[in-house]
């Protein structure tokens, strides 16, 4: 069973071009996470969602960020028109449908952008 | 709302000695505690997780915690420290069962000198 996949590992973007990020999660999970991790700081969650719902987006920035997870496919994270501070790593995480106590959430290796 | 406090952005301790990272959480209702490390450029792993029962929860590569309700902690533990234990520790805590989002702290760099 392969884990939670990202793609891709490093992305380079000028100020201004879109960023789009990708996020397999493993095999029967439904529920899909975006955080952000900016140097020397600790994880931000930024949405959560379920297949084609969007559950939680409390974390999101209210412009240029925007996040899918359609029926088919990965979930995409979305940035349009990047600024320098967009610069951080950007990790996925999954967890299985079932709700309980047992659903610790599994990371992907993580984007890491660099806007320039 | 729930918040995480790792006091110490650093930690070091030579190899073979016990080790602490702290972690104090707040949150209401019933607290559920991860701890998750991260080795350089790499993703998070999860190590372990208290949800109820017993207050000592043993984890992956011979970590422990112990969750302390009346102090609001939930500190990570090793007895004998080994230098691949050296990476940027995670805790983390979610305020009820099912599929929440995590709240972490800022992490806690751990060295262990040979």
């Known amino acids: 069973n392969a884990g939670v996949m990202q793609n891709p590992r490093h992305l380079v973007r000028r100020r201004g071009q879109e960023a789009r990020l990708r996020c397999s999660p493993m095999?029967?999970?439904?529920?899909v996470y975006w955080y952000r991790q900016l140097p020397e700081e600790g994880l931000k969650f930024m949405v959560y969602?379920?297949?084609?719902?969007?559950?939680?987006e409390s974390g999101m920035p209210k412009e240029r960020f925007s996040a899918e997870f359609p029926k088919e496919g990965p979930s995409i994270l979305r940035i349009q028109q990047v600024v320098r501070g967009d610069s951080a790593a950007y990790f996925c995480?999954?967890?299985?449908?079932?709700?309980?106590?047992?659903?610790?959430?599994?990371f992907g290796p993580g984007t890491r952008l660099t806007v320039l | 709302a729930q918040s995480v406090a790792q006091p110490e952005d650093q930690v070091n301790v030579a190899e073979g000695n016990p080790l602490t990272v702290k972690c104090t959480y707040s949150?209401?209702?019933?607290?559920?505690l991860f701890w998750y490390v991260q080795y350089p450029n790499r993703g998070l792993q999860f190590l372990l997780k208290y949800i109820t029962g017993d207050n000592l929860v043993k984890g992956s590569y011979g970590f422990e915690a112990e969750f302390n309700k009346s102090q609001t902690s939930f500190h990570l533990k090793k007895p004998s420290a080994l230098v691949s234990d050296s990476a940027l520790y995670f805790c983390?805590?979610?305020?009820?069962?099912?599929?929440?989002?995590?709240?972490f702290g800022k992490g806690t760099r751990l060295s262990v000198i040979a």
């Open positions: 949150v209401s209702g019933n607290p559920y």
């Open positions: 983390a805590v979610r305020s009820e069962s099912g599929n929440t989002p995590l709240v």
């Open positions: 995480a999954s967890s299985p449908p079932v709700r309980g106590p047992y659903n610790e959430q599994f």
């Open positions: 969602l379920q297949k084609e719902n969007i559950i939680d």
């Open positions: 095999k029967g999970h439904s529920h």
